[in-house]
């Protein structure tokens, strides 16, 4: 156990290029980027996200540090966008705890509906509104 620490806290890291080492940066924890253990070591770390997205009857995939949320539902809209919005917030919670962030610039929303029942339902997240595409 003492090696997982010292490889996921108190570490510091630097960059050669042309034979040039930049400057060291400390990291107080994180698993180290292209490290071979760091995919599963953040697998293992986000299992419980899972759980949290599937408690809200939403289905998700995922693949390294990207998440897919999605509800295939007869549901009204608005339903949907609670459901997606309750969700989200939970899962922003959870990330928070663990020293986690979810970027709402960097969080989309995709509906695919009948054009005729197409309307603008942003969904707010922690602060930021994120719309759909």
């Given at each position: 156990?003492?090696w997982?620490?010292?490889?996921?806290?108190?570490?510091?890291?630097?960059?050669?290029?042309?034979?040039?080492?930049?400057?060291?940066?400390?990291?107080?924890?994180?698993?180290?980027?292209?490290?071979?253990l760091?995919?599963?070591?953040?697998?293992?770390?986000m299992?419980?996200?899972?759980?949290?997205?599937?408690?809200h009857g939403?289905?998700?995939?995922?693949?390294?540090?990207?998440?897919?949320?999605?509800?295939?539902?007869?549901?009204?809209?608005?339903?949907?966008?609670?459901v997606m919005?309750?969700?989200?917030?939970?899962?922003?919670?959870?990330?928070?705890?663990?020293?986690?962030?979810?970027?709402?610039?960097?969080?989309?929303?995709?509906?695919?509906?009948?054009?005729?029942?197409?309307?603008?339902?942003?969904?707010?997240?922690?602060?930021?509104?994120?719309?759909?595409?």
């Amino acid at each position: 156990l003492r090696w997982f620490s010292s490889y996921l806290s108190d570490r510091s890291q630097s960059v050669l290029v042309g034979g040039q080492r930049s400057t060291p940066r400390h990291f107080d924890c994180g698993v180290p980027q292209g490290s071979v253990l760091s995919p599963l070591l953040f697998n293992i770390y986000m299992k419980p996200l899972g759980e949290i997205i599937r408690r809200h009857g939403v289905r998700y995939h995922q693949y390294a540090d990207d998440t897919q949320l999605y509800i295939s539902t007869p549901r009204s809209l608005s339903e949907a966008v609670d459901v997606m919005g309750r969700c989200l917030e939970a899962v922003r919670v959870w990330m928070g705890v663990n020293r986690l962030r979810l970027n709402p610039d960097k969080t989309e929303w995709l509906w695919m509906l009948p054009t005729k029942d197409c309307v603008d339902c942003p969904v707010w997240l922690g602060g930021g509104e994120t719309t759909p595409l």
